[in-house]
């Protein structure tokens, strides 16, 4: 064979140079395969461990959402400053060029619409595995209803889509839903963030609360938060930092960011706090010099 006559002989082994140590940078998520820890790095910078996950999935419960009548004009010019994208398939491929090259966190439940006015029930399949491997999904996002009429269902939803997500290295975000029956307590989101990481949730999406620093620690996986209703900018930025700092990995922010007077700001000032350090008041002082 042609190519087997003078090769450089191989001599270079850097014998002085120890292998790398393996250790994996996101909590409890250490002992997964190769291709479930390379979504994962996508998914969190490896650097600062953390993510800001922009969350545009609102119109799968609330139809047409403030901010997202037009999800090709206002998402498109915020995916740059976003480290993930996280919506449905039929948002994602119908608005959403796939040249955008950004981790997606598939949205893959339906729940119930606003019309029932309930979020305690739902968590039906809403997209399988196979589906969201065709869409070259990083990870997928079940939400489940801890406490409420729809968790059996939600739970199932999550443990099965777990099972898949072994199977072909897609990590599984488990979103803690707050209904009509659920209080926003320390205790209730210490139960559910637990109960969904102990059902194998790679990570875990819930809302900041007193003692949060307590929910996080008792979670064996990162947690990141939701945004929630929308808040002034300051009052956004304050939350974000408190998370945090008592340790969340990022956010999963919607409506702060893509209803706030200037997105693409708010955006940036969120990311500086979730990968550089910056605290509230850094993080608005930045946002006003970009608006
Ligand atoms: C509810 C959700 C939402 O659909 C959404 O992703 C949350 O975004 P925000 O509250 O920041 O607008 O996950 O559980």
């Not at 969190?44 to 047409?64: Q, R, W």
């Not at 939803?157 to 488990?174: I, K, S």
Request: glycine share 10%; aromatic share 8%; net charge negative.
């Amino acid at each position: 064979m042609a190519d087997s006559i003078r090769n450089k002989v191989a001599k270079d082994y850097h014998l002085e140079i120890a292998p790398p140590k393996q250790d994996f940078f996101a909590k409890g998520l250490g002992h997964g395969d190769w291709g479930m820890k390379n979504r994962l790095s996508r998914l969190f910078n490896p650097k600062s461990g953390n993510t800001v996950m922009l969350a545009f999935d609102h119109g799968y419960i609330m139809g047409s959402t403030s901010g997202l009548e037009r999800i090709d004009v206002t998402i498109t010019p915020l995916a740059e400053y976003a480290d993930v994208l996280m919506a449905t398939r039929g948002a994602i491929r119908s608005c959403i060029s796939p040249t955008v090259n950004k981790p997606i966190c598939l949205r893959a439940t339906h729940d119930a619409s606003v019309l029932k006015n309930d979020m305690s029930v739902g968590g039906g399949c809403g997209a399988d595995m196979e589906a969201a491997l065709r869409m070259n999904a990083s990870a997928v996002a079940i939400q489940c209803f801890v406490g409420g009429a729809g968790e059996s269902e939600s739970l199932e939803t999550l443990c099965r889509a777990v099972d898949a997500g072994e199977r072909y290295g897609m990590p599984v975000l488990g979103v803690t839903a707050v209904g009509k029956e659920m209080e926003r307590t320390t205790q209730y989101f210490l139960l559910a963030t637990r109960i969904l990481a102990e059902l194998g949730a790679s990570f875990v999406k819930t809302y900041y609360c007193e003692g949060f620093e307590k929910v996080v620690a008792a979670c064996p996986v990162p947690i990141v938060i939701a945004g929630g209703k929308k808040l002034p900018e300051k009052d956004a930025l304050t939350m974000a930092y408190k998370a945090i700092s008592d340790g969340a990995k990022g956010v999963d922010m919607g409506r702060n960011i893509f209803q706030s007077e200037h997105p693409t700001a708010m955006c940036q000032a969120v990311a500086k706090i979730v990968h550089e350090g910056y605290n509230d008041q850094q993080a608005y002082e930045y946002y006003q010099e970009l608006a």
